[in-house]
């Protein structure tokens, strides 16, 4: 299966700075990544389809200015929280597909910010 | 509305026994349903993949069952072991979505005690 590598684990900001979140498929080229959003003791809720090479699109509720995603390259996509808030703490995981019916998940990272 | 239902939210067992994972699904139709362990602070990691035309599927000391006409999943976990305190995510994808449409359950924490 992919392998799936997020960078940072964790992560603590001020209120109204920038956060980026770096998701890579090691083993694997990625067309399409997917960010979820996971807080305590909820599902993961899909934010965006990270598309290689085009823009991301952007689940209904989800502002897309706020949470700008790139995917520049098969194996890397990344979540920028721009001008975070409290309400934006929580657990972010992003997700590769290999095309068959499997999908792999990242380590995860934890904002928190205050 | 597409939702998955898991139950107990929590549960608490002594090493070594079993115990048995509920997952109600109204997703229909689906194309599969699987099961995640989710380490706490972690990614999801697969367990379990089921088409809608399979009744159960084994991965080691884990077990999972589908009842399609019922639309109720269950994972069981045999012998267990201080290593599988976690959350246990069941998910439907639908079969007319991609993976972005992977619809997923609030999950079962599970402590097992020594």
């Known amino acids: 299966g992919a392998v799936v590598s997020q960078h940072p684990s964790r992560v603590i900001c001020k209120s109204g700075t920038s956060v980026k979140i770096e998701c890579r498929s090691l083993?694997?080229?990625?067309?399409?990544m997917f960010w979820y959003r996971q807080f305590p003791k909820k599902s993961l809720m899909l934010m965006a389809t990270?598309?290689?090479?085009?823009?991301?699109?952007?689940e209904q509720g989800v502002e897309k200015d706020k949470f700008l995603i790139n995917h520049a390259s098969l194996t890397l996509s990344t979540l920028t929280v721009t001008s975070a808030h409290p309400e934006d703490s929580s657990f972010y995981i992003c997700?590769?597909?290999?095309?068959?019916?499997?999908?792999?998940f990242g380590q995860g990272t934890r904002l928190t910010v205050v | 509305k597409n939702q998955v239902e898991q139950s107990p939210q929590s549960l608490i067992i002594l090493e070594g026994k079993n115990c048995t994972l509920q997952?109600?699904?109204?997703?229909?139709?689906?194309?599969?349903l699987r099961w995640y362990k989710q380490d706490t602070g972690r990614g999801p990691v697969s367990l379990t993949i089921?088409?809608?035309?399979?009744n159960t599927k084994s991965n080691g000391r884990y077990t999972a069952t589908l009842d399609a006409d019922t639309k109720q999943s269950s994972l069981h976990i045999t012998a267990s072991q201080l290593s599988d305190s976690a959350s246990y995510i069941c998910?439907?994808?639908?079969?007319?979505?991609?993976?972005?449409?992977?619809?997923f359950g609030a999950g079962t924490r599970l402590a097992v005690h020594p």
């Open positions: 997700s590769v597909t290999t095309g068959g019916t499997e999908a792999f």
């Open positions: 083993d694997f080229q990625a067309t399409t």
């Open positions: 990270s598309n290689e090479g085009s823009k991301a699109t952007y």
């Open positions: 997952c109600n699904y109204t997703v229909s139709p689906f194309s599969n």
């Open positions: 089921m088409t809608f035309s399979e």
């Open positions: 998910v439907v994808s639908p079969f007319s979505g991609g993976y972005n449409k992977l619809i």
